[in-house]
């Protein structure tokens, strides 16, 4: 019996077994029939661009009613992530691809894909052709913009030159970049192809910062943070010819004409010269020949005040524009140190800043600026004294001209009401009748 029980229970599992490996069979070309009909089925649509918001029409300062003297246009940060083409088969990477940073794209010739961040930007410089140079402190490399379309270019540290702590930008009207590196004590000098010409100042500067070109006389201002001085070099030779300022105090001078901890150069039409005395909290201004003229500003929070303040730069009329690392604004004075236009604020949204450093002004009236905090260079547009009259001629020639349309609608109306309002057969006014002449009382 147990034989016959053994048997049994083996027919009902081999039975089993074979309904189980059927009904696989039959299941299996079920689920290859729904991946055929899923293969067949057409793609889903891609979901609609939203277009970002543009913002160079509504970031201005002042805000209207005012005339905008500051329009804010763009920002330099990091490369965008590319978005692909509607309808364009792109190729997919492996996890290796995508660890090494190497693009797939074998369209694109493969290879390693340049990505680029700004870290710590400090000095600006634009050339000729409205490239944007930014000195980056932390990447040891001077990062190049095309404010157009985003390309980038680089000057690298171990490449083109060795940086250690690269600071201040210049540029003269060749195209000629001058670097400055408070790490390794002196400032070089790139030609327009990018290509290390010359070096100098080694020996005679200690921590050279910011820089101005006086491209007539062909003079190179030179800030010196450590040294306390603003150094004074032949641009051609590289040749020291004077110093402004007294050096070997440690920081501590506060008299007119001396400095502590100086960053930044600027020079006008005149060749003056201007100087942020960050440690003091002001502006110095001297002539050409390094006498000095005047200074303004004092530690504070207020209208015209001062907490460290760093860039420096001067626009086509004469207008000198400080920028104020621990306030986080612009300020806009007259050559005399009258303020005219303040903007800015502790933030990251267009117009705001963190640790604002670096500033410039360009010839197409363009106002960079470079933070960093954020890791951001932000683009404004400077409108001129000349444009800022055109624009109040316009909007009063554009009242008056309502005025006059208003008055032109206004004026018919009112005739047609007086014409209906007096009767066709009124007879016309009858004269006053005048008063006889009395006799004056007698005895008078």
Do not use: C
């Not at 004026?411 to 006889?436: G, I, L, N």
Request: proline share 7%.
């Amino acid at each position: 019996m147990s034989d016959i029980r053994r048997r049994s229970m083996r027919k009902r599992a081999a039975a089993a077994l074979l309904l189980a490996v059927l009904g696989l069979i039959s299941v299996t070309p079920l689920a290859f029939g729904d991946k055929k009909k899923k293969k067949d089925a057409p793609a889903p649509a891609e979901p609609a661009r939203v277009a970002a918001p543009d913002l160079r029409n509504s970031v201005v300062f002042p805000s209207p009613p005012a005339i905008p003297r500051l329009r804010y246009l763009d920002f330099f940060s990091a490369e965008m992530p590319e978005i692909p083409e509607a309808g364009k088969k792109q190729v997919k990477s492996s996890w290796m691809d995508r660890l090494a940073g190497v693009s797939p794209d074998s369209a694109k010739g493969g290879g390693h894909k340049t990505r680029f961040q700004l870290i710590a930007p400090y000095g600006l410089a634009v050339d000729s052709k409205g490239r944007l140079y930014i000195a980056d402190t932390k990447v040891g490399a001077v990062f190049i913009f095309n404010t157009e379309n985003n390309a980038v270019e680089l000057i690298k540290h171990g490449v083109q030159a060795k940086f250690g702590s690269i600071f201040g930008l210049a540029m003269d009207d060749n195209d000629n970049l001058f670097v400055s590196d408070g790490e390794l004590h002196h400032v070089l000098v790139f030609n327009a192809k990018h290509e290390l010409q010359a070096g100098f100042g080694d020996g005679e500067m200690k921590d050279p910062n910011g820089m101005a070109i006086d491209a007539e006389n062909r003079f190179l201002y030179v800030a010196d943070t450590g040294l306390d001085q603003v150094l004074v070099y032949d641009a051609d030779t590289y040749k020291l010819l004077r110093r402004i300022g007294t050096a070997g105090k440690n920081h501590t001078l506060t008299d007119p004409g001396n400095f502590s901890k100086p960053t930044n150069v600027a020079l006008d039409k005149d060749g003056n010269v201007y100087v942020t005395d960050t440690w003091n909290d002001r502006v110095e201004e001297f002539d050409a020949e390094g006498a000095l003229i005047r200074t303004w500003g004092k530690n504070g929070d207020g209208p015209g005040d001062f907490a460290r303040p760093k860039g420096i730069a001067i626009d086509v009329d004469g207008h000198i524009w400080v920028a104020d690392s621990m306030l986080n604004r612009l300020q806009v004075f007259t050559p005399d140190g009258r303020l005219l236009l303040g903007m800015g604020g502790f933030g990251i949204k267009p117009g705001q800043f963190e640790a604002l450093t670096g500033l410039t002004i360009d010839k197409q009236n363009r106002v960079f600026t470079s933070e960093q905090m954020l890791g951001r260079t932000q683009m404004f547009r400077y409108t001129t004294n000349a444009e800022a009259k055109a624009e109040a001629a316009r909007r009063q020639a554009e009242l008056e001209k309502k005025a006059e349309e208003r008055n032109s609608t206004t004026k018919p109306a009112a005739d047609a009401k007086t014409s209906d309002a007096k009767p066709s057969d009124a007879k016309p006014d009858a004269p006053v009748p005048t008063q006889p002449e009395k006799n004056p009382p007698p005895n008078q």
